[in-house]
């Protein structure tokens, strides 16, 4: 395990510890019908192959493929109504805006 340093914006720094190794999910493949597949985290290097056996009771297994993160932001600042002397890229300190 790395460890980085990171600055934050009121000059502290902060230590953040970096893990080489990603956490994958797989699920067991059931055999037989009704069976619900089992869910379980294994760490590998990227460059390993999948797994295709259960590593403790050999089941079938394949590795469940999940999306990623996004960020939303709900701060933006809608823009300037009509007829707004802001509108033109002007300071505004009329009443215009509420």
Known sequence: ???GVVWLDSGLQSE???NPMP?????TIPRKPGQKPRSFEVK?????AALTKHPE????VQRVISGG????TSHAAPPPREGCC????????CSCEG
């Open 1 to 3: 395990m790395r460890v």
């Open 16 to 18: 953040i510890k970096i």
């Open 23 to 27: 956490t994958y999910v797989y699920e």
């Open 44 to 48: 590998q290097s990227m460059h390993d």
């Open 57 to 60: 009771t050999g089941e079938p």
């Open 69 to 72: 993160i996004g960020l939303i």
């Open 86 to 93: 802001r509108a033109n890229g002007g300071e505004c300190h």
